[in-house]
């Protein structure tokens, strides 16, 4: 097999090529700093990136083109430098935007039309850092799209170095600010001019949405000024994350804000993780709304706005261990749901192939077909003000509509053997007699339900791609019934590590 440098690597070579496996993973780029992730390592992959995706998919007579942002970890401006010559190697002309959250990256890989990398680890810890990679239009790059080409290629790089291409003249770097236009894209979006005054606190946890809300929320775009009062919560752009983990999945992160909130007497709480691009919501109480009922309550939004235009049946992506809310609500519109799999990579494949309008996760991963089908929590975040702003009830009201049921959370358990337990499960609730009139389907993980039948639950246990772990999600049309379920499932998986 032929490099594109013309070298050809006899086996003996390719057996010394580095391991990038751990650092190059199904959807992105991640690692720690110098130990892993090095300038080095950018440039090879930068120049892989070049070969397996810009140059290929660029248009004929065109100049291929890519486009790099970085959040605020110190090392990222280092590693863009490497990864943006590694590009200019391969005769790239590459388009430096700088400070960006991830979605500020997909708006401008989708608004230029060209591929684009996105320097990030989002909520990992200091030392960490990584890349998000997608074709033109914000497509996404992963382990089954070009990824592990990547991978094989930054290698093959590493081992054996980059040479030039015959005939192609090195390409040129730039810099441009796009945070104005993303801005003001995001506002076209959703119009906010119209609502009540809200008061708002932004909890950014020193992370991209510093960044990126004073510009979309405030004035600092350039743009009018909203009839919102944002109360700035750890705004100052620090990788070394000195208040708490930019990761508001984990609720003790979510204190300071929920306080805040109460405190100040507002209207809602925002809470933005590193890169700005997954958004927890939090009411007038402190209360988190759940990352299920924004789905369902955005997914609304957009059907409407759908059928409005003369379009009745528009279609919304939701993954598997969302509420059972969101195909009741959003199905009953006459719109079409579709269930997926955990995860990004799915989440937006299914979004392209069915032209939905929305697809929502319960990681607070928020996806938009006008915002080229890649996620973004700052537009997500937009929907709710205005749902909030256009009515007069606060938004616990608001929210109960949209969370009726009764849900776990995701439960981690480790376990020595992974399919025994997940074996004893299957025993008890799909083989024995007397099981009950449940479905099972294996999309992904296992999921039973007994939805239809009284009482009504459902429960997904899935196994972890990287460690010996089942994840437990159970949901129940009341407490007792969701304690009841969660309590058993996790007594017949953690059954044999309590022998």
């Not at 942002?69 to 943006?84: C, I, K, Q, T, Y």
């Not at 236009?181 to 909890?203: C, H, M, N, Q, T």
């Not at 437990?472 to 009341?478: I, W």
């Amino acid at each position: 097999m032929s490099s594109p440098t013309g070298q050809t690597p006899d086996k003996s070579a390719a057996d010394t090529f580095p391991d990038l496996s751990g650092l190059i993973k199904a959807y992105d780029v991640r690692g720690v700093v110098p130990a892993e992730l090095n300038p080095e390592v950018a440039r090879a992959i930068g120049a892989a990136f070049a070969d397996v995706v810009v140059v290929p998919e660029t248009p004929a007579g065109q100049r291929p083109r890519a486009v790099i942002g970085n959040d605020m970890r110190p090392s990222g401006p280092e590693l863009v430098a490497a990864f943006a010559d590694g590009l200019a190697g391969r005769g790239v002309d590459v388009t430096l935007i700088g400070l960006a959250s991830t979605d500020g990256l997909y708006f401008a890989s989708g608004s230029l039309d060209i591929p684009g990398a996105m320097f990030t680890a989002s909520h990992n810890p200091a030392q960490y850092n990584g890349i998000k990679l997608c074709r033109a239009g914000a497509r996404p790059v992963g382990q089954d799209s070009g990824l592990a080409q990547v991978r094989e290629l930054a290698s093959r790089y590493l081992a054996l170095g980059v040479e030039p291409v015959d005939g192609v003249a090195r390409g040129t770097i730039d810099e441009q600010d796009l945070l104005p236009e993303y801005a003001a894209f995001l506002r076209s979006l959703v119009d906010l001019s119209g609502i009540r005054p809200l008061k708002v606190v932004v909890d950014a946890g020193n992370g991209m949405g510093g960044f990126t809300a004073p510009a979309v929320l405030g004035t600092g775009a350039g743009l009018p000024e909203l009839p919102l009062e944002i109360v700035p919560l750890y705004f100052e752009l620090d990788g070394t994350f000195p208040n708490h983990e930019a990761n508001p999945l984990e609720p003790e992160n979510l204190r300071d804000l929920q306080a805040a909130v109460v405190e100040h007497g507002a209207d809602i709480g925002l809470a933005f993780d590193g890169d700005a691009d997954r958004c927890f919501v939090i009411d007038e109480n402190g209360d988190p709304v759940s990352p299920s009922a924004i789905t369902a309550l955005v997914g609304l939004r957009e059907v409407a706005r759908e059928q409005a235009a003369g379009r009745p049946t528009p279609t919304v992506i939701h993954n598997l261990i969302t509420s059972q809310v969101v195909p009741d609500l959003v199905g009953a519109t006459g719109a079409t749901v579709v269930r997926t799999r955990v995860g990004h990579s799915f989440i937006k494949a299914e979004m392209a192939k069915h032209d939905a309008v929305f697809g929502g996760e319960h990681s607070a991963h928020y996806y938009f077909r006008d915002f080229f089908f890649a996620d973004t929590g700052m537009l997500a975040a937009l929907h709710v003000l205005a749902a909030l702003g256009g009515q007069e009830h606060p938004l616990s009201a608001l929210a109960e509509i949209y969370q009726p049921y009764s849900a776990s959370g995701e439960i981690n358990s480790r376990v020595a053997d992974v399919p025994a337990a997940r074996a004893r499960v299957v025993q008890a609730y799909v083989t024995e007699e007397g099981a009950g009139p449940v479905t099972v389907d294996e999309l992904d993980g296992l999921t039973v339900s007994h939805w239809d039948a009284t009482p009504q639950w459902w429960f997904n246990l899935r196994a972890s791609n990287t460690e010996p772990l089942l994840r437990l999600n159970v949901e129940a049309a009341d407490e007792d019934i969701m304690i009841k379920v969660r309590d058993d499932v996790l007594a017949l998986v953690r059954q044999a590590e309590e022998d």
